[in-house]
């Protein structure tokens, strides 16, 4: 065996060594990679693109504008959606004067969204709208009302692949 293919080797088995860690690691954080069937987290993260989440606990710290999957169920069917959560326990919500969407007295997104929402969130509850503002048909918070925050499953914290 020449001296070539002894490096070749020796860099095979280190490369082999850092995937197989690699797995382990990813394996241990719970990640997982979904793909998106509808345009309700466009533009962000498009339609036929894949989203990388990573699972929480109900003990973890939410924050408002993290796009999120949870869990509802809607027309008798329990199934996991996408969305953003856009208020917290204790957030005051409104409309303004056009109809726009607010969270404490302010517009909420680079392009307010439009609906009726009105109160403070209740405890264990969260506020989670389409990532789209455009998407008006998507079962979030303006159709379901308040989202228990045990339903939120997971946070997105990566898209790849170009939608179609």
């Avoid at 394996?27 to 309700?40: K, L």
Wanted: aromatic content about 8%; some cysteine.
């Amino acid at each position: 065996m020449n001296q070539q293919a002894v490096r070749r080797g020796i860099r095979f088995a280190v490369f082999a060594a850092i995937a197989v860690m690699a797995g382990l690691f990813l394996r241990s954080y719970e990640r997982f990679a979904i793909p998106p069937q509808d345009q309700s987290l466009a533009p962000a993260h498009p339609g036929g693109s894949r989203v990388f989440c990573e699972t929480i606990d109900e003990e973890e710290e939410l924050e408002r504008d993290i796009d999120v999957v949870y869990a509802m169920e809607y027309e008798g069917v329990r199934r996991a959606r996408f969305g953003r959560i856009r208020a917290l326990p204790g957030d005051e919500l409104g409309t303004d004067a056009d109809g726009r969407i607010t969270v404490n007295g302010e517009p909420i997104g680079p392009i307010a969204l439009r609906g009726k929402a009105e109160g403070r969130v209740p405890p264990g509850k969260v506020y989670i709208l389409a990532v789209n503002p455009q998407e008006t048909t998507y079962p979030d918070s303006r159709k379901l009302g308040f989202i228990d925050r045990a339903d939120v499953q997971a946070i997105i914290l990566a898209t790849w692949g170009i939608g179609q």
